[in-house]
């Protein structure tokens, strides 16, 4: 049997009505696979717009099947339409920790549930924290001389 991972992308808006991540588990029990990973990463900003949408949900899995019974799993995302992107990878090993995109995802909620800092005091203090300006450096002149001017004076 060989490893796979396959990496899913969702509509949000059509995600509970497809209900795909659970259609997978069920299709890789019924093929005799075994499941090492499964992780519903959550909603994620997608790096570039697809389907005019910005966000995705994501999902993983890592598995493991004979090759000749991954046909029956790869039919299950040509026709559905909720999915905006999926890829499917062969793996040498069973990947079973924690994946380094739901930890991101994880740090991401973090990031955004963090309390605001007040702006008015950070304007405050970054006006305070200002180079001053050092005025006695000599300036250049507005309007230098001309060529011909410049002859002359050397002459």
Known sequence: MNHYEIVFVVDPQLDKESKLFEK?????????GITHRSEDVGLRTLAYPINDKNTGHYF????????????EIESLFKFDESIMRSSLVKKKRAETEPSI???????????EDAPEIDSKTDKDKSVKNKPEIDESVDT???NPPKDEEQKSDNE
Do not use: M
């Not at 588990?25 to 005799?32: A, F, V």
């Not at 598995?63 to 046909?71: G, V």
């Not at 995109?101 to 990031?111: A, E, F, I």
């Open 24 to 32: 997978c588990l069920e299709k890789i029990k019924s093929i005799n």
């Open 60 to 71: 993983l899995l890592n598995f493991e099947c004979d090759p000749i019974n991954l046909k």
């Open 101 to 111: 995109l739901l930890s991101q995802t994880k740090n991401q909620k973090k990031y």
């Open 140 to 142: 250049i002149p507005k």
